[in-house]
């Protein structure tokens, strides 16, 4: 079975710098999907990024870009020039590509994120 | 607004009682899942659906009955509700397939006294 692993429980940045959370994932599968989740204190779940495990180059969205390193089943958040807006709980999610499942995600514990001004 | 909207968006209720919870999206997806987030804020799968087939039951006790009257609506009734129910939970749609990245609703908290 696979598993998603978040071993930083809560992490503080000060706002405008860089700050990276750390995801290990354990499968034995080959092909796959993992995705970063945002929840704010609104409880609204937001979709970050993804990145699929086939592609070698790393996902990017604006301030967002990962570090997948499939080998040691690592996928790590970077976020650049921090903004208060992004304190949150960030979650790690693990997707298997299995038709019969449709979308079946795989959460890590999270990693709640203090943006401090 | 094309969104998935989830009601109540709060409910508070005793031990014993029948409640449910309403899912909907307009966003024409054909999978809707519902998670839920415990106390320490992990979320775990509990139903998938699609096109109102179930595809996924994570061993999740049968007095929760998840019902979809149309690939658009997902609802979850909850019989002879438990202290340990208490939670978050949170409804989601996709369009079919790997990769399909989920929406999900903002959410569903209840209280169980």
């Keep these: 079975a696979q598993t998603v692993t978040q071993s930083q429980p809560e992490m503080s940045v000060q706002e405008a710098e860089t700050v990276t959370l750390s995801c290990t994932y354990d499968t034995s599968e080959n092909n796959y999907y993992l995705f970063w989740y945002k929840q704010p204190p609104s409880r609204q779940m937001i979709l970050v990024i993804r990145q699929e495990a086939y592609k ?3 996902a990017t969205e604006n ?4 570090n997948f390193q499939k080998a040691a089943k690592s996928f790590s958040l970077k976020i650049s020039d921090s903004q208060l807006g992004d304190t949150a709980m960030y979650f790690c999610a693990f997707m298997k590509p299995t038709y ?3 979308g079946k995600l ?10 401090k001004p | 607004d094309t969104a998935v909207s989830q009601t109540p968006k709060y409910l508070v209720t005793q031990m014993g009682n029948d409640k ?18 415990d106390s320490k ?11 109102k087939e179930l595809i996924i039951n994570e061993t999740v006790p049968n007095r929760f009955s998840p019902k979809s009257p149309d690939k658009a609506h997902l609802n979850l009734h ?22 399909s990245p989920l929406h999900f609703g903002n959410g569903t908290r209840l209280t169980v006294t």
């Design chain 1, 56 to 58: 070698q180059q790393n």
């Design chain 1, 63 to 66: 301030r967002f870009s990962v």
């Design chain 1, 100 to 102: 019969n499942q449709g």
């Design chain 1, 106 to 115: 795989i959460f890590g514990q999270g990693t709640e994120l203090s943006v």
């Design chain 2, 20 to 37: 449910s919870i309403k899912c909907e999206q307009n966003l024409g997806h054909d999978t809707m899942y519902w998670y839920k987030q």
């Design chain 2, 41 to 51: 804020k992990f979320l775990k799968i509990m139903f998938s659906y699609n096109n």
């Design chain 2, 78 to 99: 909850i019989n002879s509700l438990e202290l340990g129910d208490s939670a978050v939970y949170f409804c989601a749609s996709s369009p079919w397939g790997p990769n």
